[in-house]
């Protein structure tokens, strides 16, 4: 699963990534930057506690800084190289630029959001025009064509597509066109050092629940001082500023929420881990994440919420108190389930 970052520049976007990823910038760079994060999951710490595994493995989210429009006198995120590039992406970041620049001028996030969500809806446009262009001269796709219809009024109106509601067989139907404006977004507010701790305002909020996003605050600049920390000294540094965790493992996990993905985990003293999976998988297929041969060959799950583990102990007394369910393949797995799968090959 690939999360795109885009801003326009001066957001601080490529210091977003490097201070969440600890990959450093490489200027002149045109080629996308590439990193990939463990998800942060008390449930597997938890899980190794118990177990003492000689392997712990976290849900991982990849994330991809992709370089800036090419032209540096037009105030604009995207090019068609831009364009193309994020259409890669399974979901968006929008960093925001929260504090005044080099100049002196002050922050204006809500224009920037607008802005860039215009910019996705112009490209997708464009995209719909072109399909609607090649179904008015062909019979047979009446269907598709008042989908994009609609899709196309919503967009000259300005809408993002991801605001529209649109049904799972209609966003089915889409899914080949990567449109962005229909992509899952993730408003990021990079604000400086002496907001750290502060809330993200009221106004941002609205904003980006209004066009469909998500939307959190946080400090490039702090983040990165906490990325240096040795681990023992972080909490007291992020509690000298307010902060009760963070702001890296806040962006992480709003990230993998934003995907739609949630964790089955597996336990046991060769390993305790977290699967992601997407919301709604049913047990076979979430079998298949594990092993191929374990989807080919399943015959049960056996499930246990995590819930009711750590409240009764063991699996033993799961078992005893009936909290150990067997489970078939149309099952569909909840997040934080410990499943062991049963097969035969």
């Not at 399909?131 to 008042?146: C, F, T």
């Amino acid at each position: 699963m690939k999360v795109g970052l885009a801003g326009f520049p001066g957001a601080g976007k490529t210091t977003v990534f490097s201070a969440l990823t600890g990959i450093g910038a490489s200027p002149g760079d045109r080629r996308p930057q590439i990193g990939t994060i463990k998800v942060p999951d008390p449930r597997v710490d938890r899980l190794a506690a118990i177990y003492h595994p000689r392997k712990t493995t976290y849900a991982e989210v990849t994330f991809v800084d992709f370089p800036p429009a090419r032209d540096p006198q037009r105030r604009a995120v995207l090019d068609a190289e831009a364009v193309a590039a994020l259409r890669d992406a399974d979901a968006l970041v929008e960093v925001v630029r929260g504090f005044p620049d080099l100049a002196g001028a002050p922050a204006r996030p809500l224009e920037d959001l607008d802005a860039f969500d215009a910019e996705l809806a112009l490209a997708d446009l464009a995209q719909v025009e072109k399909r609607l262009e090649r179904m008015r001269k062909e019979k047979g796709h009446e269907r598709e064509q008042a989908l994009f219809e609609r899709l196309r009024v919503a967009l000259e109106a300005g809408r993002a597509l991801r605001t529209l509601g649109l049904a799972s067989e209609e966003q089915a139907a889409l899914a080949g066109f990567a449109f962005l404006s229909l992509r899952p977004l993730l408003v990021v507010l990079n604000v400086g050092e002496d907001a750290a701790a502060a809330p993200l305002p009221e106004a941002m909020a609205a904003r980006a629940a209004a066009v469909g996003a998500q939307a959190l605050a946080l400090s490039a600049k702090v983040e990165a001082e906490v990325a240096q920390l040795d681990p023992a000294d972080r909490p007291a540094f992020l509690a000298d500023l307010g902060l009760a965790e963070s702001a890296r493992d806040r962006f992480v996990r709003a990230s993998y929420a934003l995907l739609d993905l949630i964790s089955f985990l597996t336990a046991g003293e060769d390993e305790c881990r977290a699967w992601p999976i997407r919301r709604g998988t049913v047990a076979r297929r979430a079998a298949g994440r594990v092993h191929s041969d374990i989807e080919r060959g399943f015959i049960r799950a056996e499930v246990m919420a995590y819930e009711d583990f750590v409240r009764l102990g063991s699996e033993a007394r799961c078992r005893e108190a009936g909290k150990l369910r067997l489970e078939g393949k149309d099952y569909v797995i909840q997040d934080g389930d410990i499943v062991h799968f049963r097969f035969a090959v």
